[in-house]
């Protein structure tokens, strides 16, 4: 996801991998920022050079292990993070911005279960192991509205296999997005892929999941009069091409 307040397209930078679209710097870092950048993100880089655990991320080891896939200013990924001490999130956003942000949040409160890839998310889900991930949030990706982008949606045909893959059987996958043809567009995906199965049991998609921390995107979206939807996959234990 491109950080929330920030335009898609200001930049195209390419890194050792992979294009990475999208600004991957904005103003210049306060002071306290940038020594946190300096001195403490790479005590919580994750390594994606070679196939690891995701408690090899971590100083100690977590009953289970989420990711969250470009977390902007980091709001939501700090507040599960709060709230579920016992769970290790890895949190993946290229925007040094954002990123920033969030170590302020987990310098303040010494937060030991957030592990950073300030990267392509795709990099983390190449080096996880099968299986190994109970939750995935993709949480107002960029929608790349023009349509000779479409092939860089987040919402892919590889890249949903590879959710699939790190997810456990049972494992949730939310996705949340205020732009109506980007919801169809990864119902169709999703549909297509046939791994995972859509908890739709009230029919309302604008309604929020229980607990849910909100996002500064999402805020922003509601004052706009953008209306967000939520939608919530169960991974299957194995796929069913053509359903959801």
């Given at each position: ?25 904005g ?51 700090v ?17 040094l911005?954002?990123?920033?942000k ?66 456990r059987p ?18 169709s ?14 029919g ?13 995107y ?18 299957r ?8």
């Open positions: 996801m491109s950080a929330p307040d920030e335009p898609p397209e200001s930049e195209i930078s390419e890194d050792r991998k992979r294009v990475v679209y999208g600004r991957r710097q103003h210049k870092l306060h002071p306290r920022q940038a020594k946190l950048v300096d001195d403490l993100l790479p005590r919580l880089r994750v390594d994606v050079q070679a196939l690891a655990r995701p408690a090899d991320w971590f100083s100690r080891a977590f009953e289970t292990y989420a990711l969250e896939i470009g977390f902007g200013g980091g709001e939501h990924l507040s599960r993070a709060r709230a579920q001490t016992d769970v290790g999130f890895i949190g993946c956003e290229p925007f911005n954002g990123v920033a969030l170590l302020i949040e987990i310098d303040e409160d010494n937060l030991d279960n957030i592990a950073v890839h300030d990267e392509d998310a795709r990099d983390v889900l190449e080096a996880l192991p099968d299986q190994c991930l109970a939750q995935v949030y993709l949480l107002y990706p960029d929608p790349w509205h023009k349509n000779r982008h479409n092939k860089r949606r987040f919402i892919s045909p590889e890249n949903l296999d590879q959710v699939f893959r790190v997810l049972g494992g949730r996958f939310l996705v949340a997005s205020d732009i109506p043809p980007y919801i169809e567009w990864t119902l995906h999703l549909r297509e892929q046939g791994g995972f199965a859509w908890q739709d049991e009230t309302d998609r604008q309604k929020a999941p229980e607990g849910w921390p909100g996002t500064r999402e805020a922003k979206a509601l004052r706009e009069g953008r209306v967000p939807t939520y939608l919530e996959f169960i991974r234990e194995t796929r069913q091409v053509g359903t959801l």
